[in-house]
């Protein structure tokens, strides 16, 4: 028993030691930083719950990078240790993740939080903006990813405008370039011309616009979309970050996947740019259906516009049929059709010192001018939304008890999947103020739940500059106002 016990504790150590992620220190950071062209840092704490669930993706990426691009680093800095390095980095939530090219260009990673991902992102951060390509490196350069783009230029101007686009995209795709005369011929264009490759639809796509870095950004990110794609935990974040409009259609079964395939082609098509038309696994992800005002029955279709979070819910009542799918989206387009609102009943009085938004009460009370709000978004099933209640109503207690505050700031909370909210929700409890006087730039909090902290971000942010922590403890004199510890700032996905 001894030796097995040994072994295991050696077996351990060893797998610890063979980590591919760098643990950085403050003694150690700098230079560590300094030493390597392009840094990937997690800055984490170990209670974190997406903290672990980010560690064995990102010890995965390590790996795969250590072997084909070893001047990528990744490290992590445990933030309970390391408090200073941490605020010295501005680090507020966890996990966070930054993208370093030595100390002095730092830039967020926003890219998704799995392994292949992470590879993706950083390789793309690797490489030049725009990569020279000549005959011997095309036709790699071609399939480097599902979607690459390809200049062909004889004059610098046009290639500066590419270049213009590169460093705006090139989070999100590859770009190349060549002067090269011959390889344009071969490729059935002429000089200046733009050309996306693709791994799906049409693998070859010229661009005909406008040469202008506003018209090739539009054709980067349009064409990018499958024509009728499938959103899931790898697609999502793209289909929103378009900002165009997103079409569902819930399916359930292989029969009904390809016989609603042959009916919204063509019409994946006819939209192309005005609205993302894509299928969704309801065996998988049916719960989303709530999220956009449908019932968990299917098929199932509806129209999330991205802009203003507006829900388009197709009659559950009816048959879902070519014709019918025709008018409904040429009603959206035209702008003849009406959202579906999904609304609680509104309290017929205000209970308590935190006000209960629905969405038919949602502009009265947070779009208020003349108050600072602060506004939780919330959802009955989220654990560390049931947390956070009793910090945020004791929160809430210190500006409703005094009366010339409670005219300037309100703190509220929204039950989020029972009404729509004019806001992209992705994790719960997410907190946002909206100033008053500036309603149009809310701020979304990511610092610890302790009631001091949320009070000072309010104080921090709001118009009227109030501290209502010092409030609280002038009325309690000496008294200690919370004595727990400070709240973690996990979230429960969507």
């Not at 991902?117 to 725009?130: C, D, F, R």
């Not at 999100?172 to 390889?183: N, P």
């Amino acid at each position: 028993m001894k030796v097995s016990l040994v072994s295991t504790i050696l077996a351990a150590a060893s797998m610890a030691v063979a980590s591919d992620v760098v643990s950085l220190t403050k003694d150690n950071f700098a230079s560590f930083v300094a030493e390597h062209p392009l840094t990937l840092a997690e800055f984490f704490a170990p209670w974190c719950g997406h903290c672990k669930a980010l560690a064995p993706e990102y010890e995965e990426a390590a790996t795969t990078l250590k072997e084909k691009h070893k001047d990528i680093a990744l490290a992590k800095i445990d933030c309970t240790a390391e408090n200073e390095l941490c605020n010295e980095q501005g680090i507020e939530g966890f996990p966070t993740l930054k993208v370093f090219r030595g100390l002095d260009l730092v830039s967020p990673y926003t890219g998704q939080r799995k392994a292949d991902a992470i590879v993706s992102y950083m390789i793309k951060q690797s490489l030049p903006a725009v990569s020279s390509l000549d005959k011997d490196t095309l036709e790699n350069f071609k399939t480097a990813d599902d979607v690459v783009l390809v200049g062909y230029f004889s004059d610098n101007a046009s290639n500066q405008t590419f270049t213009k686009v590169a460093d705006t995209l090139r989070d999100s795709f590859l770009f190349g370039a060549t002067s090269d005369e011959k390889l344009a011929t071969a490729e059935g264009v002429t000089a200046p011309s733009v050309v996306m490759y693709k791994s799906f639809d049409d693998n070859k796509l010229l661009f005909s616009g406008d040469f202008t870095v506003d018209d090739l950004v539009n054709f980067a990110k349009i064409e990018a979309m499958p024509l009728l794609g499938e959103v899931g935990p790898s697609t999502y974040t793209s289909y929103i970050e378009s900002g165009i409009p997103l079409a569902y259609l819930f399916i359930d079964n292989t029969e009904d996947k390809e016989k609603f395939t042959e009916i919204l082609l063509p019409l994946a098509r006819k939209y192309r740019g005005v609205i993302n038309i894509a299928t969704i696994d309801a065996n998988m992800y049916g719960q989303h259906a709530e999220n956009i005002n449908l019932k968990q029955e299917w098929p199932a279709f509806a129209i999330q516009e991205i802009s203003t979070n507006y829900k388009y819910a197709y009659d559950q009542t009816t048959e879902i049929t070519k014709d019918g799918l025709t008018e409904f989206l040429g009603l959206f387009e035209s702008g003849d059709l009406s959202p579906t609102v999904k609304s609680q009943p509104a309290p017929e009085t205000q209970e308590g010192p935190v006000w209960v938004v629905t969405a038919n009460t949602y502009d009265q009370i947070v779009l208020d001018e003349d108050k600072d709000a602060l506004i939780e978004f919330y959802a009955t099933w989220c654990g560390h939304c049931k947390n956070l209640a009793p910090k945020y109503e004791e929160l809430a207690r210190i500006f409703w008890d005094d009366e010339e505050l409670k005219t300037k700031v309100v703190i509220a909370k929204v039950d989020t999947p029972n009404n729509d909210v004019p806001d992209d929700i992705r994790g719960f409890p997410t907190i946002k103020l909206y100033p008053a006087g500036d309603k149009s730039n809310p701020i979304v909090y990511e610092g610890d739940r302790s009631i001091k902290s949320l009070a000072d971000f309010v104080r921090d942010h709001g118009k009227y500059g109030i501290d209502g922590w010092a409030v609280a403890e002038k009325s309690a004199g000496e008294t200690t106002l919370e004595s727990e510890e400070e709240g973690t700032a996990d979230h429960d996905e969507l």
